[in-house]
């Protein structure tokens, strides 16, 4: 469940809150698919650990958690959480590749 960003309550995946009348933008990602997200960058982190190539930027090591939404903001051009539902797709397709070719 999300909280309304207008005045804090709880939204239970409806598109409108019942106190303010807040009502959730169509380009706006739903949490049950930011959560699916966020799992599969956690799988594909734990994948990486290690992984990512050495940066003189990074000397204690690269943090693959913060790489690969980055990595999806640079391609897409916003935070997944600010992309539309049907952006799923691409980013997954983003993480998959984050994962199978380290960089």
Sequence with gaps: MDN???CG?????????NYCDWTRNSSQ??????KIIKQRISE????LKDRLPESWKHPAGRNPHA????VI????????TELPDDSIDAVLEIID???EHPF
């Design 9 to 17: 309550l709880l939204l239970d995946d409806s598109e409108l809150c």
């Design 44 to 47: 594909a982190a734990e994948v």
């Design 29 to 34: 990602m739903t949490q049950a698919n930011k």
């Design 73 to 80: 903001k640079t391609v897409l051009g916003s935070s997944y």
């Design 97 to 99: 590749y984050c994962e």
């Design 67 to 70: 790489h690969i939404p980055k």
């Design 4 to 6: 309304c960003p207008n």
